[in-house]
């Protein structure tokens, strides 16, 4: 059973339209008082009870609709009930609007029309011509007129002489027009009783649009973003002429003066496949982000990993290679001679500004202000809760210009967090921060050897231990491209990082490759880089931390400023965070070995307790050295710093329990010495 609502003729056509299709009409509720005409006839005719004047103010019902109340329309209020009708549809009018938007996006800006209670197109800025019923002609005889007239005058703007016009004969039925009806009447005060809903799909009601001319909107801009008005799929296509009429009356003025929404494009929703059409493939429309050495990889059979949407080499095999025969061929390479690695993708953030030093000691655990120019500094960076966000490495280029560096995947999420700070807790400092990751191309050129390699490349710069030390930058030229290079190393040998403008990385790259051939320099990718910094006890954050980790958790107090406040300070206070028994970064060697033990194996103290077992902590990283010859791995276990040379039992898929030694996690070169040669 349907019932029919509305304020314009359009309600006795489709309820002409139900009747031809079987369904049960049982009323049609129009709101003018007085609407004679031709389909009005026709409806009342077929025996559909017809109540003008009056407006459905109440619908009724639990998961379905069941029932409305039909009031008598006193103005803008309600008077008597009239009746309750039963039925499951209510299909609802408010007339119809113009679709304005080719003209408003061509710089037109629409009228309201007070005749047509619809906003139409106003003057024309661009070579644009609206008709028919984008122009508001809604009636069938005047739609045909109003486009044999546009097209015959595009004709002539084109330069061609238009046909003469056939005058067709349409007969229209005769009618009423419309009467403005933009917020049917209740029994209560807008937002005092049921909601009155605008906006469909986000469920904008009146009560909201009033609220935000309360609060002081008065820009229907404002307003669509307070309210979030039109903000659906149907970009307001069904809501939002009612909504700028509500506001345009709580304002207490005219609708032409609120005027309308901006119109964007597109018209019609636009999927997400139809934009990536047959590009979607594997990657389900995840950009793909590529280094500028990304061609010199794949042609020399790499094999790439996705990292934050970055492809990373992951190892480089030769013919007749397994995967580990490459990472261990990688490794030693460039622990006996030299290695190179693309570090592209690791997060550059530019922060310039008087304040970027302090800002620099609000974020980060250690302190920043006395860093000299030149100087790089390893810094933790703690959520508030007091754990381990990200790490990287900062460096002075001038004295209120700072280069930071993040993890791959952290990059995005910690200028983010930076900004937030900035803007709503800090709005008073001096800093900005530009994100430059995609600006620069790096190669990390690491190895005994990579001193050798890099004078070569490089000119303007001393690479002597004296003028060069570790933990500092040097701004020259690489193969002639104006580059800064970095002595840094997350391998633990002598390394240096090269980096140079993005479009000359491959350029540079190849420079690098052609000197170091006579110590036949090696590529080597993430994997063996994992096996290199896990050697040397670095950790990865989101690997070897799982956001519950403090720095006293990895053993890392030094990092940790007593002198200053910082982001996480007070947290790192509470009574859970300074527990002796809380899970805590270790090594672990196999008591035999020679068996990997698996990433993310459980850790239990005793090799045959009934289960259920209570766990004391897991393996982070796990791989084989070849370096020292034996399987390494590290892990977060319970109290771990102070069971040095202590046993556990790591818990494997297939019921084994492998002994583990706990060592510290730092397995090669404890004291430092070969980087800092």
């Avoid at 930071?404 to 900035?422: I, N, R």
């Avoid at 807790?425 to 001193?451: I, L």
Wanted: aromatic content about 8%.
């Amino acid at each position: 059973a349907a019932l029919v609502f509305g304020n314009n003729d359009a309600i006795y056509r489709t309820a002409l339209y139900l009747l031809r299709a079987g369904a049960d009409v049982k009323a049609v509720v129009d709101s003018r008082a007085s609407a004679d005409g031709d389909l009005r006839d026709a409806v009342g005719s077929a025996g559909v009870a017809v109540k003008q004047g009056c407006v459905v103010s109440g619908a009724n019902g639990g998961k379905h609709l069941r029932s409305v109340d039909i009031y008598r329309r006193e103005g803008a209020a309600v008077g008597a009930a009239v009746d309750v009708i039963q039925c499951d549809l209510l299909a609802v009018s408010g007339g119809h609007s113009p679709a304005v938007h080719l003209h408003a996006q061509s710089g037109g800006r629409p009228v309201f029309d007070e005749d047509k209670l619809c906003f139409v197109p106003g003057e024309s800025v661009q070579a644009e011509c609206s008709a028919g019923g984008s122009r508001g002609s809604f009636d069938l005889a005047e739609c045909l007129d109003a486009g044999a007239a546009a097209g015959a005058e595009s004709a002539r703007l084109t330069g061609f002489e238009p046909a003469p016009q056939v005058k067709r004969r349409v007969e229209s039925p005769r009618g009423a027009p419309a009467e403005a009806l933009w917020l049917v009447p209740g029994r209560h005060p807008v937002g005092r009783g049921p909601k009155q809903f605008v906006d469909y799909q986000n469920d904008t009601s009146a009560a909201d649009i009033h609220l935000a001319a309360r609060e002081g909107y008065r820009s229907i801009e404002h307003v669509k973003r307070y309210t979030a008005l039109g903000f659906g799929t149907d970009q307001g296509k069904i809501g939002n002429i009612n909504g700028m009429a509500i506001l345009a009356d709580a304002l207490g003025q005219g609708l032409g003066e609120t005027g309308t929404t901006t119109f964007r494009p597109n018209y019609t929703p636009v999927t997400f496949g139809a934009i990536a059409a047959r590009d979607v493939g594997p990657d389900l429309f995840d950009p793909v982000r590529k280094t500028a050495m990304h061609e010199w990889h794949a042609a020399h059979g790499v094999m790439f990993e996705n990292v934050g949407q970055w492809k990373r080499p992951w190892y480089y095999p030769k013919s007749g290679e397994s995967m580990r025969d490459a990472v261990n061929r990688e490794c030693l390479a460039t622990r006996n001679g030299v290695g190179i690695l693309d570090a592209s993708t690791l997060g550059k953030i530019d922060i310039v500004g008087p304040d970027a030093a302090e800002f620099l000691n609000r974020i980060y655990t250690n302190a920043w202000s006395k860093l000299g120019i030149g100087r790089c500094r390893y810094g933790l960076m703690l959520g508030e809760d007091g754990m381990v966000m990200d790490d990287g490495v900062t460096t002075r280029l001038g004295e209120d210009h700072y280069y930071m560096t993040t993890t791959t995947g952290g990059a995005a999420h910690v200028l983010s967090w930076m900004e937030q700070w900035l803007q709503t807790e800090w709005p008073h400092m001096k800093v900005y921060f530009t994100s430059v990751t995609d600006h620069w191309a790096v190669m990390s050129v690491a190895g005994p050897n990579s001193r050798k390699v890099v004078e070569q490349v490089c000119e303007g710069i001393d690479f002597s231990s004296e003028s060069f030390p570790f933990m500092s930058m040097r701004e020259g030229r690489a193969a002639g491209v104006a580059a800064r290079v970095f002595r840094i190393s997350f391998s633990g040998e002598l390394a240096y990082e090269i980096n140079v403008p993005a479009n000359y990385g491959g350029r540079v790259w190849e420079a690098v490759m052609e000197a170091g051939a006579e110590f036949e320099i090696t590529p080597y990718g993430t994997e063996a880089m994992h096996v290199l910094r896990a050697e040397k006890g670095f950790i990865i954050v989101g690997q070897d931390t799982d956001g519950s980790v403090t720095p006293h958790d990895l053993g890392m107090d030094w990092i940790v400023s007593k002198n200053k406040d910082f982001l996480g300070r007070r947290s790192l206070a509470r009574s859970d965070c300074v527990r002796p028994n809380r899970k805590q970064f270790v090594g672990l060697l196999s008591k035999d070995g020679e068996t990997m033990v698996p990433e993310g194996a459980q850790l239990v103290n005793a090799p045959q307790d009934a289960t259920p077992v209570p766990m004391v902590g897991h393996v982070t990283s796990s791989y084989y050295s070849a370096s020292l010859g034996h399987p390494i791995a590290l892990a977060l276990v319970k109290g771990g710093l102070g069971r040095m040379g202590g046993t556990v039992y790591a818990c494997t898929l297939d019921g084994r329990r492998i002994e583990c030694e706990i060592t510290p996690p730092v397995f090669y070169d404890p004291d430092g010495g070969k980087m800092k040669q």
